[in-house]
């Protein structure tokens, strides 16, 4: 069993680098999880404090996805944000 498990750590260690060189676009969930934090102060647009629960329930029907912010300039912007906001991702542009 520490022989399988040492050459599965192995194989996807080797395996990381070579996938990496095959990426072709930007790494947008870097800090998604830091996005998704729970800051217990935060003011929200609607101008109250709410904890944890009350923006949770205010924000359950919210759809977002990854998208173009910037549809129209030469170069879009790979953003996450709300889906009516925002384009689709297009093969063959340039984005940021």
């Known amino acids: 069993m520490l022989c399988l498990s040492t050459l599965m750590i192995l194989l996807a260690a080797i395996a990381a680098p070579i996938l990496s060189a095959f990426q ?6 870097d ?9 217990g102060c935060e003011l929200m647009e609607g101008g109250t404090y709410l904890d944890l629960n009350a923006r949770a329930r205010l924000l359950k ?3 977002l996805k990854i998208g173009d912010g910037d549809p129209g300039g030469d170069v879009g912007k790979v953003v996450i944000g709300r889906e009516a906001d925002l384009e689709d ?3 063959g542009r340039l984005y940021q």
Do not use: N
Not at 24 to 29: E, G, K, N, Q, W
Not at 31 to 39: G, K, N, R
């Open 24 to 29: 072709l676009a930007p790494d947008c969930t």
């Open 31 to 39: 800090f998604l999880s830091a996005l998704t934090l729970s800051e």
């Open 61 to 63: 029907d919210v759809r």
């Open 89 to 91: 991702l297009k093969g």
